[in-house]
């Protein structure tokens, strides 16, 4: 099976796996979207999900964030991985926001990618599903996944979110990038699948045998 029809054919599952895939991390707008995904660098959604409803009821907004400052910040969020520096950065951002943006998400890449702690994947994520502006943030279980589907060498994420971008269609991106994330928390997991046991591992290398070394990014 060649890549193209690899990646048919996992749009054609992954449709009928998860026809409306959730966003996995709770928030109520743009700002608490924001948030969220910065808090679940190095952190599990559902971790960060038991963490900020205490954060949103005092601090939904970036005024009101602004307010409670660093170290109110900190002390809510401190069981998150690397609650010091998150909290450092929502500080900082919730200031640019409230000087400089009227207490509002920007909609650029560039632009939120210059706010503190938003990298490139926060600010995917956020023109995505905050947005619906196409794009393709790729976490762990992507790069995981388009390594065992052999969609991408996976040298680093960069690569692998350009080499998935020219694969599928733009108009799947946002959809696409929530369903094999689910898919690979569910079924073709680190430890869970080798690249010859789930599913869709299966269907896409019948006469696979040998385990595929995961390359980390």
Not at 98 to 126: C, I, N
Request: hydrophobic content about 40%; charged content about 25%.
């Amino acid at each position: 099976m060649r890549k193209a029809e690899r990646a048919t054919l996992l749009l054609e599952r992954l449709d009928e796996f998860y026809p409306n895939p959730p966003i996995p991390l709770d928030h109520q707008d743009e700002f608490t979207l924001l948030v969220a995904v910065l808090l679940s660098a190095q952190c599990t959604d559902k971790k960060v999900n038991e963490i900020t409803p205490a954060l949103f009821e005092v601090a939904g907004t970036p005024l009101r964030m602004q307010a409670l400052g660093e170290d109110g910040i900190l002390q809510i969020i401190r069981p998150l991985g690397l609650s010091k520096q998150k909290a450092k950065a929502l500080a900082g951002l919730s200031k640019i926001l409230v000087d400089q943006h009227d207490s509002q998400v920007p909609r650029s890449f560039e632009e939120l990618e210059a706010l503190p702690g938003v990298g490139h994947k926060t600010a995917s994520v956020v023109m995505s599903q905050a947005f619906d502006v196409p794009a393709f943030p790729v976490d762990t279980h992507i790069h995981r996944l388009a390594q065992r589907w052999g969609l991408s060498s996976g040298k680093s994420v960069v690569q692998t979110e350009n080499d998935l971008k020219k694969l599928f269609p733009e108009s799947s991106w946002n959809r696409l990038h929530l369903q094999i994330i689910f898919y690979g928390r569910e079924h073709c997991t680190a430890r869970g699948c080798d690249g010859t046991r789930c599913g869709l591992c299966q269907e896409l290398y019948p006469k696979r045998r040998k385990a595929v070394v995961w390359k980390k990014p």
